[in-house]
């Protein structure tokens, strides 16, 4: 079951000027379900994006970038094209053809270039994508194309997800209304570099080009990028941010502006919301982890302090079992590769909970404290490094028979 964590209220959801949404069955993988989505940009949408930093990266990874380093500026993205059931990775030239094979086939349908469509994929991989499948099924996406949409789009790229992730915010800048909207999925393979499993969103704000590049990579970074449940970095990781420029506003040009900074913090709020939904529904996942870093001298140590403790299963499965083991903890942070690491200077706080003082086991610390915390859905591990004002947080999840019992039963 995810922790705390329900299904969108479809009210909560707010439509994004200049956006469409349509699901449809291609039966790619299981047959009887909506496994196919076309998101419909209005002309003039500003689109960028960050995608895996895995080399094995998946053939819409790699189509995706051509189509947007090779589309006319006088030109913008028209629709995204996202399917689950097949990850169309490890494939090859053939899985590169296949995956421009399908946006020819919208792109026909939609009367632009194929160079106007971009393509997402998510399931298994090694499996050959049925373009002829998604083809067909591209009339009925169209013919179900709705501002109102949103959760039905969560609901088709969900793979072993168990809960649809969308979420809403609207801000005001001046005396304009504008909106941010995104959808996510992911429950497993999740420690990404750059984005996550797969995450849309779309505000009706007006950006300029490089301001969309710099919101979308600023956010990744306080959110997917804060995020891991089993340590593995998607081959088909990739987040977008769509600019629909609909609000009745100056464009934001300026990456330095207040405006600017007013927009970014909606649209990391949103893609944050969707970041922890993903580790709420993590593989197996009974517990909800913040793992908070800080006394760091740099951002970066403080991430790969925090990092070592949420890859560690040692420490996964001591929280899964709600045991009070906190000594792995200590290793972890010993083992984070940290240079010239002072571990006589380090605290350790379990919830509000001193573990550890100056390295070692806190005096006043009774097991009966650790053992309450470790039983609670939502625990917050703080690490007090002690050697400068640099801070990082991370999102984690335990590691449960669960997580082995699915992952060992994905394609059976």
Not at 19 to 27: Q, S, Y
Not at 48 to 74: E, I, K, S, W, Y
Not at 332 to 347: H, I, S, T
Request: charged share 20%.
């Amino acid at each position: 079951m995810p922790v705390n964590l329900k299904p969108p209220d479809p009210k909560s959801l707010l439509p994004v000027a200049g956006v469409r949404l349509g699901v449809a069955e291609a039966n790619i993988r299981n047959p009887g379900r909506k496994d196919l989505l076309v998101i419909r940009l209005d002309e003039g949408a500003r689109v960028a994006g960050v995608f895996t930093a895995n080399r094995f990266c998946a053939a819409p990874v790699v189509v995706a970038r051509q189509h947007l380093t090779m589309l006319d500026p006088d030109a913008s993205v028209r629709a995204l094209l996202v399917n689950t059931g097949c990850a169309n990775a490890g494939t090859g030239k053939d899985g590169v053809a296949a995956a421009r094979q399908t946006c020819a086939a919208l792109a026909r349908l939609l009367e632009c270039s194929a160079a106007q469509v971009l393509p997402f994929s998510t399931g298994v991989i090694m499996e050959p994508l049925p373009a002829e499948r998604i083809a067909a099924g591209l009339p009925a996406c169209l013919a179900d194309l709705r501002e109102d949409n949103w959760l039905a789009a969560a609901r088709a790229i969900m793979t072993t997800d168990t809960v649809p992730k969308a979420t809403s915010r609207r801000i005001t800048l001046g005396r304009t209304p504008v909106t941010v909207t995104g959808i996510a999925k992911g429950a497993g393979m999740i420690h990404p570099n750059l984005a996550t499993m797969l995450a849309f969103i779309a505000t009706d704000a007006r950006l300029s080009l490089p301001v969309v590049r710099a919101a979308v990579g600023q956010a990744a970074s306080r959110s997917f990028n804060c995020i891991t449940v089993d340590g593995d970095t998607s081959t088909n990781d990739a987040l977008m941010l769509l600019a629909t420029g609909k609000a009745d506003m100056p464009e934001i040009a300026d990456a330095k502006s207040a405006e600017y900074a007013a927009v970014v913090e909606g649209i990391t709020a949103v893609a944050a919301s969707l970041a922890q939904a993903i580790i709420r529904d993590g593989e197996g996942a009974t517990k909800f982890i913040a793992i908070r870093v800080e006394g760091g001298r740099k951002d970066d140590e403080c991430r790969r302090v925090a990092y070592a403790i949420a890859h560690s299963p040692l420490v996964k499965t001591a929280f899964f079992a709600s045991d009070p083991n906190l000594g792995r903890i200590l290793a972890a942070v010993g083992n984070a590769g940290v240079p010239d690491l002072a571990v006589e200077k380090v605290d350790l706080y379990l919830d509000d909970v001193l573990v550890a003082k100056g390295g070692g086991r806190h005096a006043g610390y009774r097991e009966a404290d650790g053992s309450r915390v470790m039983k609670k859905p939502e625990i917050t591990v703080r690490v007090a490094l002690n050697r400068g004002t640099a801070a990082a947080t991370v999102w984690t999840c335990d590691l449960s028979h669960e997580y082995v019992t699915i992952n060992a039963e994905y394609r059976t």
